[in-house]
Structures are given as C-alpha cells and as structure tokens.
C-alpha cells in the first residue's frame, strides 16, 4: 500500500463548476499537508499549506484536512481553463525536506 | 534570473551512458533539494543540502546515483550507468531554510529519457 493515495483521474469539468480533489494516507504521524499544482512541462508550484486538521481558504481555493479519516481535499470554486492542470497532495511529518506526495490528478477544465 | 533554474531542460541518452543534470537554485537559498518524478508517480525524494553538504542522500535509489554541490550554489546530480528505469523528470528545488514550505519553489525539471 502506497503512504499516500491519489486518484489520477482524468477528471473533466465544464467552466465554472467545483473541482474537488482528495488524497487518502496511512501515516498518522502527518501534520503537514500541501498541495501543488503542475502545468504541463513546468515544475509543481504551491497552492495550498496547511498544519493539522481544518479548513483554509484563498481566494477559489478550499483545502481541507481530516486527520481522524487520513483524508484530505482541495476543492476549486468558479473553475477556469486557466486552472487545467495536474494536481499533487503533498504530506510530511514535520516542517522539513522529506515530502510524501500523491501520485497527482490530472484536470481539466472545459472552456 | 529569479527561479530555480535546471539544465538540460530534455536529455536522451543511450543506456550505459553517464548523465549530469545541473540545478542553480535561487540566489541565498541555503537548502537543495532533489526529487524524481517518474510517468504516472508521484515525487520521490532523493536528496538534500544544506550548504554544501547532504545529510541526508537515503532517497538515492543506488550507488549509481551521485550529487554534489558547491559555492552553497550549483548542485549537480550524476547518474551513471543509465539504466531505463532511470527515465523520469528530476526536480530541484530550494528554500531559505530546510523546509519544503510556503518558501521553497521548484525548477521546471530535466526529462531524462534513456533510450
């Protein structure tokens, strides 16, 4: 069993629907938890950051963490062709170098 | 300029050969890190700096795989060998500190195909 689990998809939505996206885990020992979002033929960048469990919002950006079910999810609001892309959950045990990371799921949005 | 930069940005090489992939991370970044992400995977950790030395190289997959880095700047990950399960996209990245946070950006990666 992988230590994180994440759906590959593909997942296609029509403009402005809410994507939601989600990782399952098995380490319990995860605290901190991201997620990245990968354009084609670039490196991953940061969108979300989040400690422990709860709720964190940024503009149409929703990450939410359940540390008793080892889920968490990210869910995009007012959906763009911009926001095509592959999107990776991230973990890790303490705030350093060593990131778990699901295997990403691809989106995309239909203009 | 601003970002991690890496170099090659493709790199096809025939199995048996050795391959060099070069990060200049940004400028002031103590912290380097390097991870593999193969077709369909998600990023595996292979190693980090701080400064100029790696305390931790455990993600290294064999004694194939090398990096080194100097002037607490360029970092270079050497493979040698190449074998086809090499192919994948190695991404660096760095941070201010050690710390895969809010403060650490990634380069656009090398595509490394072994042929």
């Known amino acids: 069993q992988k230590e994180v689990e994440q759906d590959p998809g593909p997942l296609s939505v029509p403009e402005g629907a809410i994507v939601s996206l989600n990782c399952t885990y098995s380490?319990?020992?995860?605290?901190?938890f991201m997620w990245y979002r990968q354009y084609s033929r670039k490196g991953p960048e940061l969108l979300m950051y989040t400690y422990s469990s709860g709720n964190k919002e940024d503009g149409r950006f929703t990450a939410q963490v359940d540390k008793s079910s080892k889920y968490i999810s990210l869910f995009i609001r007012d959906s763009q062709p911009s926001d095509s892309a592959t999107y990776l959950c991230a973990m890790s045990v303490y705030n350093d170098y060593k990131l778990s990371f699901g295997a990403g799921t691809t989106v995309t949005v239909r203009a | 300029g601003a970002g991690v930069s890496q170099s090659p940005s493709n790199k096809v090489t025939e199995k048996g050969k050795d391959v060099e992939l070069r990060c200049d991370p940004i400028s002031g970044h103590t912290a380097l890190y390097w991870y593999r992400q193969r077709l369909g995977q998600g990023l595996e950790f292979l190693i980090y700096?701080?400064?100029?030395?790696?305390?931790?190289k455990s993600g290294l997959p064999s004694d194939r795989f090398s990096a080194e880095r100097t002037g607490e700047s360029v970092s270079t990950l050497t493979i040698q060998r190449t074998q086809q399960e090499d192919s994948a996209v190695y991404l660096c990245?760095?941070?201010?500190?050690?710390?895969?946070?809010?403060?650490?950006?990634f380069g656009q990666g090398t595509r490394l195909t072994v042929v």
């Open positions: 380490n319990s020992a995860f605290q901190y």
């Open positions: 990245a760095s941070s201010p500190q050690t710390a895969m946070n809010t403060e650490a950006f």
């Open positions: 700096f701080q400064g100029n030395s790696a305390p931790d």
